[in-house]
């Protein structure tokens, strides 16, 4: 058997996969190209040794340039790892590894990752497009081994920040050629044999017609434009961003103080700081689009006109989603939020929806007496999905003082405190609406996240958490999917509403 994937056994499906082919107690071969003092040192190398000794495999090291193709046959598994995919195919062409390889394939199990899954099948040429600069073998005929004819993109998300036009090239490529390449996500692979099976993430959702790689996304407000959460790991692993409040002209903020910690959360009164769509459109964007993951821009405004005037602006971009912040005061209204009444809701949600092309959603505010029928408004609308909670209205005060800590007096409460009011919300308005619900407002962990889903949310946002743990993101990813494949759950769109009430 052939298992062809991105970045090794990384996850519960593919492990589950290859342990059918898998007998503990056998032996593993590692092959690597890598200069001996490097791959000692190397955290890749280490991580997939790893991986195959978790299946209970003795796993050693191989190179083609010390050691006969032959010996592989003593191997019960054989992992060719990443690396560049054009050095990779030249050592096995010239130690006539090609053979070993196949019998392998044929008797035991064969994994390909990133390049090694490249070098399995049966050319380079698609990666060619992409970087002619790797072939410093200065390979001429593209082809390689030919072991599954099966085309693979590894790294799908994760790449586009790194090749311009990354899917145009593939599509390109697929016509030309007459193929079709799958493209791979990290975590992700497929089981060449005779009936090709793609071994997907069970986290995959769909929401409002969008597809999210998993159903965690960076709540507005907390992840900023997502730049300096790129420093710690490629935001490619996150379902998504729903970016900054973004209003027509820039916005300075309220004065500070203007963040506090509250018992199990915080209090914010930021008052919607941004740069503006102008300045969004023609910076944050371009940077923000090439980073492999879904796209959400967060509208505000203080008129509908400010609304529909931002929306148009987005209308050309690429941008995935808009979400609606109506938790905003309609200042030809006296200040009252858009958001706190039916009409409010079902007027600004009209106006935005006739001139957005894009998917609509629309962020609810918890500060009301029934959100269900807030829920019913904005559907009537035309909202293509919710997104429920947003902060509730809290208060702190400074007994030295007697002032308000928050120099705005009041501000938003988020962080664990609010998981209750949030989940009991979202489970009323999943009983009344038929659009997609996304659930946000004190997730921090997996089993947050379960019970959301559970309420009825299609997928969740992950805020405050991230304020204390900026891996909080893909910690609950995790754990969610290791929840499904334990619970022998095929997709997370499984858990959705699955709640029992008594």
């Known amino acids: ?59 050693e090291i191989f190179d083609f340039d010390f050691q006969p193709a032959e010996q592989l046959l003593r191997y019960d598994v054989v992992e060719l790892i990443g690396g560049n995919p054009y050095y990779l195919l030249d050592s096995i062409w010239k130690h006539d590894g090609c053979k070993a390889l196949k019998q392998v394939g044929e008797k035991g199990l064969l994994i390909g990752v990133s390049a090694g899954a490249l070098v399995l099948g049966p050319s380079l040429a698609l990666i060619h497009r992409y970087s002619p600069e790797m072939n410093t073998p200065g390979l001429t005929d593209l082809r390689a081994l030919g072991l599954t004819n099966i085309q693979i993109l590894p790294h799908y998300s994760r790449f586009h920040s790194r090749y311009e036009n990354f899917e145009a090239k593939c599509r390109n490529y697929e016509q030309e050629q007459n193929c079709k390449v799958v493209r791979l996500d990290d975590g992700e692979g497929i089981l060449a044999g005779n009936s090709p099976e793609e071994l997907r993430s069970p986290l995959r959702v769909k929401v409002a017609g969008v597809d999210f790689r998993n159903p965690v996304i960076a709540a507005s407000g907390t992840f900023g434009f997502g730049r300096e959460y790129s420093e710690l790991y490629h935001l490619s692993q996150l379902g998504g961003i729903s970016c900054k409040g973004i209003t027509l002209k820039p916005r300075p903020g309220n004065p500070p103080p203007r963040v506090t910690e509250t018992p199990g959360g915080m209090l914010n009164a930021v008052g919607l700081q941004n740069p503006g769509v102008d300045h ?83 962020k609810l505010s918890p500060n009301v007496t029934d959100i269900s029928e807030m829920a019913l408004a904005a559907e009537s609308a035309g909202a ?59 997730i921090s962990t997996w089993q947050d996240a379960v019970e959301m889903l559970l309420a009825g949310a299609a997928a969740i946002q992950v805020g405050t958490a991230i304020f204390t743990d900026p891996y909080a993101p893909l910690k609950i990813a995790q754990g969610l999917e290791e929840y499904l494949v334990k619970n022998r759950i095929r997709s997370v769109a499984e858990l959705s509403g699955g709640i029992r009430p008594w």
Request: aromatic residues 4%; glycine residues 8%; contains cysteine.
């Open 384 to 442: 293509d999905a919710v997104s429920l909670i947003n902060t509730l209205t809290g208060m702190r005060i400074d007994i030295n003082t007697r002032r308000p800590i928050i120099r705005n007096n009041t501000g938003g409460l988020s962080g664990p405190a609010v998981l209750p009011v949030a989940l009991r919300m979202v489970w009323q308005v999943a009983q009344k609406v038929k659009i997609p619900i996304v659930g946000l407002g004190g």
């Open 280 to 362: 969004f459109v023609q910076h944050d964007l371009p940077w923000l689009s090439r980073q492999g993951t879904r796209i959400i821009a967060n509208l505000a405004g203080s008129a509908v006109e400010d609304y529909c005037r931002t929306a148009e602006k987005l209308n050309e971009t690429n941008i995935d989603m808009v979400e609606l912040n109506i938790s905003c005061p309609n200042v030809k209204e006296g200040g009252v939020q858009f958001g706190v009444t039916t009409q409010g809701v079902e007027e600004i949600t009209k106006a935005v929806r006739k001139v957005c092309h894009k998917p609509l959603m629309v």
């Open 1 to 59: 058997m052939i298992i062809l994937c991105s970045d090794g056994l990384s996850s519960p499906a593919l492990r589950q996969a290859a342990g059918q082919y898998i007998k503990a107690g056998g032996r593993a071969a590692l092959v690597v190209t890598a200069d001996p003092e490097y791959r000692e040192k190397s955290w890749h190398v280490q991580r997939l040794k790893e991986e195959l000794a978790s299946l209970g495999l003795l796993v």
